[in-house]
């Protein structure tokens, strides 16, 4: 009976809007897992995911699911180059595994139930695998990800280059939103509407590194390094800085772009990340506060207002920048393709299921896979005949995406890109080495539980 009225709560507040702000806190620090390897180039942890008690409302328990009791988990730091191990325990439960969202693993690492067998309740697992490539990446369950992401099992994995430019103080955010009940318990996320299972759930709370209302104190004239995360499983953060400051992109998912960005707006939708400077000017006293404009991702057409996201407090004090790079690294095109796909992303409503997501007019687990091969190139265009915005990730690989507003390839990889309701886009792929069963999906993650997921089987050369 409890869930059901926390059920009904959840949704009136959601609803509603109702709700007392609580009070801003320092954005929180993502507590760093331990190096247990003495040797430098290799890093070791452990990691268990358990059930534990967090606050998302101060004074105000919730249980979730955690790496290690916090939500996120832990911030995992690391050179490219390095071997990463990670000691895996299960102590939920229900079965899990580790999805190394973005890195560049073998395929026998990645995490999905094609490749592992998920580790069972009180089982555990080894990861192992070289760091390829800088960048920020993050790391979740591919066992029901729909209800566990959602009930917090989410942890950041930073791999860094000692040669990259200096760029400026850096945090990691972690961007998330959570429906919340009125006792600030987190309402069931395998009870969902099908309106809900249709749009993905959206929260009534936003957060930065888990709190809501967090702020983060500055100084004028430093460069703040704000390296984003958005793990909430439907929610897109289009983002914008208060009195239409500039926020300036230098990376993405797979690292830095060639050339930094000056954007009024950046969407970054669930799974992406994106890396963006601020430059501080201002006088103590004064406040910035990065919102999430309402993206209406082709339904409820805008009439929320921006939520905070993360407030920039100007302190006392007087900070320096070096002048930006014109230029931060070079990223050669990819090869001609020698394959051309379409991808036509659908939608129907299942007689007694509720809403069914279709690739090329199947649902997975019956999307027949691509079949390609080591030293494939390829060109993908999805064709959205839905009227929902798909951010499709692919694992194992990063892209080009053709920027139609320059009428070229973007000069930057990424492995999820924002597939507007109703639009088509390109992008370009080389499979060039790690054979094995991969995939794509919707990072709605349950877009891709109700069938937006398809396997992508790299053959040996
Ligand atoms: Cu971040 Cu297959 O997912
Ligand atoms: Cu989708």
Same mark, same amino acid.
């Given at each position: 009976?409890?869930s ?30 331990? +190096? ?13 995911? %358990? ?25 995992v ?15 939920l439960?229900a ?8 890195? %560049?693993?073998?395929? $026998? ?30 790391? #979740? ?9 959602e009930? &917090? ?7 860094? +280059?000692?040669?990259?430019p ?9 961007? !998330? ?63 914008t800085?208060?009195?239409? %400051? ?6 993405? !998912? ?8 000056v ?11 994106? $890396?963006?400077?601020? $430059?501080v000017?201002?006088?103590?006293? !004064? ?16 009439? +929320? ?8 407090r ?14 931060? %690294? ?26 069914v ?23 993908w ?11 499709? #990730? ?27 309701? &109703?639009?088509?886009?390109?992008l370009?792929?080389?499979? !060039? ?17 109700? &069938?937006?997921?398809?396997?992508? +089987?790299?053959?040996?050369?």
């Amino acid at each position: 009976m409890r869930s059901i009225s926390a059920w009904g709560l959840g949704l009136a507040l959601a609803a509603c809007g109702a709700r007392d702000e609580p009070p801003p806190r320092p954005l929180p620090e993502l507590v760093r897992a331990v +190096d247990l390897d003495p040797d430098p180039r290799v890093v070791a942890l452990e990691l268990t995911a %358990r059930v534990a008690q967090v606050e998302w409302l101060p004074g105000r328990p919730s249980e979730a699911w955690t790496y290690d009791g916090t939500v996120p988990g832990p911030l995992v730091d690391a050179a490219v180059g390095d071997t990463l191990v990670v000691r895996f325990h299960n102590a939920l439960p229900a079965p899990t595994t580790l999805h190394w969202h973005g890195v %560049r693993v073998p395929a $026998d690492m990645d995490g999905t139930e094609a490749m592992q067998h998920p580790v069972p309740p009180g089982g555990s697992f080894e990861y192992r695998f070289v760091l390829k490539d800088a960048g920020l990446y993050w790391f #979740h369950p591919h066992v029901r990800s729909d209800e566990q992401v959602e009930r &917090g099992l989410y942890g950041v994995l930073r791999v860094g +280059d000692p040669a990259g430019p200096a760029l400026g103080r850096e945090r990691v955010v972690v961007l !998330d939103d959570v429906l919340l009940d009125g006792d600030g318990a987190l309402v069931d996320p395998a009870r969902l509407s099908h309106m809900e299972a249709r749009t993905g759930r959206e929260g009534n709370r936003v957060l930065a590194n888990g709190a809501p209302n967090a702020f983060l104190e500055v100084t004028p004239g430093e460069r703040v390094r704000l390296r984003l995360v958005n793990a909430a499983v439907a929610r897109s953060f289009q983002l914008t800085l208060g009195g239409g %400051r500039p926020l300036v992109l230098v990376g993405v !998912d797979g690292g830095l772009l060639e050339a930094p960005r000056v954007l009024e707006r950046l969407l970054l939708a669930p799974g992406q990340r994106a $890396d963006v400077l601020v $430059d501080v000017d201002g006088a103590p006293g !004064d406040a910035w506060t990065l919102s999430a404009e309402p993206s209406a991702r082709g339904h409820h057409a805008g009439d +929320d207002e921006a939520e905070a996201v993360l407030r920039l407090r100007l302190v006392e004090g007087q900070g320096t920048r070096a002048p930006l790079p014109g230029r931060l %690294r070079t990223i050669a095109p990819l090869p001609a393709p020698d394959t051309l796909r379409r991808f036509v992303l659908g939608e129907r409503m299942g007689m007694m299921s509720g809403p069914v997501f279709t690739l090329n007019g199947e649902a997975g687990p019956d999307v027949p896979p691509v079949a390609t091969r080591v030293g494939a190139a390829e060109e993908w265009e999805y064709v959205n005949e839905t009227t929902l915005d798909h951010p499709m #990730h692919l694992h194992g690989y990063f892209f080009q995406v053709w920027d139609a507003a320059e009428a070229t390839w973007e000069r930057a990889w990424r492995d999820t890109v924002n597939v507007p309701a &109703g639009a088509r886009l390109r992008l370009r792929v080389h499979f !060039d080495e790690r054979p094995g069963r991969w995939m794509q999906h919707c990072h709605i993650l349950t877009h891709a539980e109700l &069938g937006m997921v398809q396997a992508v +089987d790299v053959a040996p050369e």
